[in-house]
């Protein structure tokens, strides 16, 4: 008892020097998960009520963006090295990972764009010579963009031609994180819709455990699909995963207090 007790601690330690280790080398990662955070505390309401409305008109044009700015990552230096990284026979659970997430979750993402093209050009069933080439189009534009100008390019002899630093380094990485966030914020509006929809009803308690095994596999599957290409940017950094762990518990926690499970 006392060596388990002894490794909670040292694993406790070991997590809050992690977090404050991103404050000494701050990464994309670090504003990412902040600003992920804070968006749920500050904007859950504004975001839910909003998602009949705003959310649904706009989101394919989210999606553009956000397939813009994985397009811009082939000039990402610390991006590409990070995929050529993950990619190494050798790391076979990071490539896994990268592929579920970013091609077999990849429907996740381009889905909701296929109903938010239908809502903006009023076609409920269009005929099937658009809505065939639509549907495909707008499915395989993000892990098309991804395979051909991310992972086609991480390979040592192209990230040795890209600067390290400079303003155009900076510029990419901007741009691609505004893209990137804001589909994250887009996804968890999603979830914060449906959690809106529950607030102040009253939950069984026999379905309080099934309600809150679906809302941590919800997150898993909505916050993954944008957060994976933070761990692709530095895969190796211990306090890129402490911050998403405590970005993504925080979050959760929050949900359950919001409809009442804890």
């Known amino acids: 008892m006392k060596f388990s007790i002894q490794g909670i601690r040292q694993a406790l330690t070991n997590f809050v020097r992690d977090l404050f280790g991103g404050f000494k080398k701050p990464g994309p990662f670090l504003i990412f998960d902040i600003a992920t955070m804070l968006a749920g505390l500050l904007f859950f309401d504004l975001l839910a009520r909003n998602f009949a409305t705003?959310?649904?008109?706009?989101?394919?044009?989210?999606?553009?963006?956000?397939c813009f700015a994985i397009?811009?990552?082939r000039f990402d230096r610390s991006y590409l090295a990070g995929l050529e990284w993950v990619m190494r026979p050798g790391v076979s659970a990071w490539r896994?990972?990268?592929y579920f997430f970013v091609y077999l979750l990849s429907p996740v993402i381009s889905g909701f764009a296929i109903g938010s093209f239908q809502q903006i050009v009023r076609m409920e069933t269009p005929p099937i010579y658009i809505g065939m080439p639509m549907v495909l189009g707008i499915l395989l534009l993000y892990p098309l963009i991804f395979?051909?100008?991310?992972?086609?390019?991480?390979?040592?002899?192209?990230?040795?031609?890209?600067k390290e630093r400079g303003a155009g380094q900076t510029l990419v990485r901007i741009?691609?994180?505004?893209?990137?966030?804001?589909?994250?914020?887009?996804?968890?509006?999603?979830?914060y819709h449906n959690i809106y929809r529950v607030?102040?009803?009253?939950i069984h308690w026999a379905l309080k455990p099934v309600l809150l095994i679906a809302i941590a596999l919800l997150y898993l599957l909505i916050y993954m699909p944008a957060r994976v290409h933070y761990f692709i940017d530095a895969p190796q950094s211990r306090s890129n995963r402490a911050w998403f762990i405590l970005s993504?518990?925080?979050?959760?926690?929050?949900?359950?207090?919001?409809i009442s499970i804890l």
């Open 54 to 66: 705003v959310w649904v008109n706009t989101y394919l044009y989210a999606y553009i963006f956000f």
């Open 71 to 73: 397009f811009l990552k």
């Open 96 to 98: 896994v990972g990268v």
């Open 147 to 162: 395979a051909l100008c991310a992972q086609r390019r991480a390979k040592p002899e192209i990230i040795g031609t890209l």
């Open 175 to 191: 741009v691609s994180g505004l893209g990137i966030y804001a589909m994250n914020l887009y996804l968890l509006t999603f979830v």
């Open 199 to 202: 607030q102040g009803e009253h």
């Open 248 to 258: 993504a518990v925080s979050m959760a926690v929050y949900t359950l207090f919001g």
